[in-house]
Structures are given as C-alpha cells and as structure tokens.
C-alpha cells in the first residue's frame, strides 16, 4: 500500500509544499522544526485542507481537484505528538472510540490483541492524566490501531518522553512495522530516531 | 408551617423557573456555541441582543416584553391567530420573562466552557472514525457538561428570583404570575405580613441554597472522579 502526496498550502506568510510517494515500510519526514512536516500529516489526515495537489492511498484518492475526504473517511490513523487523549474518558474507553464506530470489516485487531500488543492490561481502568508520557503514548498509539487504519500517521511521538520510554516505544513502533505491516508516515527532527526507525526519508525543508 | 396559600407560591415559583431553564436551555447552547465556535456578520449584533436582558433595566425588558406580545403586538397577535394562545397574565408569560432574564447567565457560562474545550480533541475523534455529530456528542459536549450546569442552576436561580421583568410584562396575579418574590413584595403591602414575608424569604434563600448545593454536587459527580484518580 503506497501513498502519494503532492500538496501545496499556504498558511499565513509561510508556504509549506511536499512531494513524495512513501511505499511499505517507515517513511521519516526528516527537517527542522517549523518546516510544515506536521502541516503535511495534518493534510494526509484531513485536519488541514490543501490549496491544491493530490493525496492517494493504494488506488484510494483522499484529495484531488474533485474530492475531498473528511477525516472519518481516509482510514488514516494519527498518532500525536501529545497523545490527545480524552480526558473524560478512562483508558479503555480512549482504545475502543474508534473501533466501535467504524465499519467492523474496517478492523483487523481486536481489543484484546491490542492490548497484549502495547503491554497496557494494567491501564485499562485508569483516567488519562493519570498516566507517564510513555503510557499515554503506548494507549494513543493502541486507539489508533484499533480504529482500523490503513496507513498511520506519527507526529514526533516520542518528543515528550525521557531517554529510558523512547527506546521502549521505538520498539513498538518497529514491531508496528515489522510485525503488523502498516506502513508510517513519520515525523521527526531528531538524527537518531529517523537512523533506527526509517525504511525510507523523506528531507523537509523550508 | 407554610399554608396552602404558601406552597402554592413555592409550587408556581418552581414550575416558572423549571419551565423557563429547561425550555431555554437549548437554544442557549445553540447560541452559545455559536457565539463561541464562528465568525459571520452581525455576530456582534447578535452577542449584544444576548446580554441585552442583563444591561437593561428589568422593567424596559418586561416592557419590551409586553409590546412585543401583547394583544396588539407583532409576536402577540401572531399566536392569538394561529394558536389561540396569549401569554398576558398567565404563568408563561411569567416564564417567558424569566427564561430572558436568565438568557444572558446561561449563555455566558457556557460559552465559557465551549470556548474551554482543546478543539484537537475533536480532530484526533474525526481521524478514528468519528462524524462531526458524533464527535459533537461523544466529545465536545461531555467536556462541555459542566458549564451547561453550571448555566442551569444560574438560570434557575435568576429565574425564580425574577421581578421586575414579570411584573411588569404578566403584572401579579395571584395562582397565575405570583411567583416568590412578587409575593414577597405583596406581602409587604399588606399591614401585618411581616410573618409571611419572612417565611417567604427563608424559603427563597433555600431554594437558592439548595440549587447551589445541587450544582456543587453534580459538577463534583461530573469532574471530581476524574480529578480524584489523578492524584
């Protein structure tokens, strides 16, 4: 499953265009801080809507000239820099919002499979703000998986931990690579993450 | 302790003020999230017209009120034709009043709490699959319950707290528009209501009470058990 980005936007005085295609694997969008990398997930996403260009999925087009997807739409889930968890709802309501809306076809990991996958049994009861960055992470990372995606999206997931959880959710991520297959759009500024993780780089500049 | 007469007042008094919440209380939220949330023409105008009731001085309101509704007024005339329904004088009038008074409070404490919610949080709903509607519901509305609340038990106390407003638009009839403080004032007419009156007051100050004491424990039964596990 390929994806294909052309897009343009124009975001006050900054201009923020990308043009790659990212195959199976890990794809780092590597540049300096405020080179739109974020912008570009954000447009994949449907959070933010290009100027022009094109986004496709496989043979699946998110956005072009005459479509436009809403987010609900694109089967592309989205891991954020902060977690973004809903804080009025506990750990294990946060992991099944998604997958109880979408189509049940859409699903190809269950609650439990999930669970087991991130190490995160001993979370379900508890409240977001409750939880370390590295567990916040790990059930932001399982909300996404479990509403089904076909492509994820990563926004430097690992910028809010210590040394000692980054290495413990670079390995997820690689087993997300490895042994779930589902292609990454990842994120980062840092040198060292895009060496571990990456498959492929793509350099963002300004 | 009380007479007939007496629980009759507190009876209209809550019937009133429950009425007149509940009735505005979603088109509070609709203008609230509206002021909140968009940008569009004569939002300004809008915004003004809402807290209109709370610059005013409540008699131009209930003034207002009566040309407005009235007999011969534009809103009046219009529901004696096609309804048969008048609210000169009678205890939706009264509610009505109430429910504008208590429009501006309601829509400023949600309007708080909309503006509150980390609008990302909505975004992050809609890549899991979420439509805009369900992540209405499933979302911004839960994260904004305390305000609404918070904007019931406010209306509410403005609203059986109304006078002048009531007074003025459905005048002070009793078993129709005597609501508590209208028989407060009346009471204090009458030579030798001193004893009514102060019976009243207590029963106003409880109610109020009770509301607070109502609005404390339902924010705490809301938010208090998200806050206690994260300590």
Redesign the interface.
């Known amino acids: 499953m390929a994806i294909d980005i052309d897009v343009a936007r124009r975001l006050g005085d900054r201009s923020i265009a990308a043009r790659f295609t990212a195959g199976p694997g890990l794809t780092a969008l590597f540049g300096p801080s405020g080179a739109g990398k974020t912008s570009v997930l954000n447009m994949v996403?449907?959070?933010l809507k290009p100027d022009r260009g094109h986004i496709r999925i496989g043979d699946r087009t998110l956005f072009d000239g005459a479509t436009d997807l809403?987010?609900?739409a694109?089967r592309?889930?989205?891991v954020?820099q902060d977690g973004?968890l809903?804080?009025?709802r506990r750990v294990r309501a946060n992991l099944t919002?998604?997958h109880d809306?979408?189509p049940p076809a859409h699903r190809w990991m269950t609650f439990d499979e999930a669970v087991q996958f991130l190490g995160i049994a001993h979370l379900l009861d508890?409240?977001p703000?409750?939880l370390s960055g590295g567990e916040a992470q790990r059930v932001a990372i399982g909300?996404?998986l479990l509403?089904g995606p076909e492509f994820l999206l990563m926004d430097e997931p690992l910028s809010s931990l210590d040394t000692a959880r980054r290495g413990d959710i670079m390995a997820v991520i690689e087993r997300i690579r490895d042994e779930l297959k589902l292609p990454i759009l990842y994120v980062s500024h840092d040198r060292t993450e895009v060496d571990r993780l990456a498959t492929s780089v793509v350099a963002i500049g300004e | 302790m009380l007479s007939p007469e007496e629980w009759g007042i507190v009876a209209l008094s809550l019937k009133v003020g429950g009425v007149a919440v509940l009735a505005t209380l979603p088109i509070a939220f609709a203008l609230a999230w509206l002021l909140a949330r968009h940008r569009f023409p004569g939002r300004v105008v809008l915004d003004a017209l809402v807290h209109l009731p709370l610059v005013l001085p409540p008699v131009v309101t209930g003034w207002l009120l009566l040309i407005a509704f009235g007999p011969f007024g534009p809103v009046g005339r219009w529901l004696e034709s096609w309804f048969g329904v008048s609210l000169m004088f009678r205890w939706t009038g009264a509610a009505l009043a109430a429910a504008i008074m208590a429009l501006p409070l309601m829509v400023r404490a949600m309007r708080l709490s909309i503006e509150g919610i980390d609008r990302r949080l909505e975004g992050a709903a809609r890549t899991l699959g979420a439509s805009p509607w369900h992540s209405f519901w499933t979302i911004s509305l839960p994260l904004a319950l305390p305000g609404v609340l918070a904007a019931l038990v406010l209306g509410f106390a403005r609203s059986i707290g109304e006078f002048g407003a009531t007074i003025t638009f459905v005048s002070n009839i009793p078993g129709e528009t005597r609501t508590l403080p209208l028989a407060i004032y009346s009471a204090l007419q009458v030579p030798g209501g001193e004893a009514m009156v102060t019976r009243l007051a207590l029963l106003s100050v409880a109610l109020s009470l009770g509301a607070l004491v109502l609005s404390e424990w339902l924010v705490r039964r809301t938010h208090g058990e998200r806050q206690r596990h994260g300590d």
Do not use: D
């Open positions: 996403a449907g959070l809403p987010p609900e694109r592309v889930g989205y954020f973004r809903f804080p009025h919002y998604g809306i979408v508890r409240w703000h409750s909300r996404a509403a």
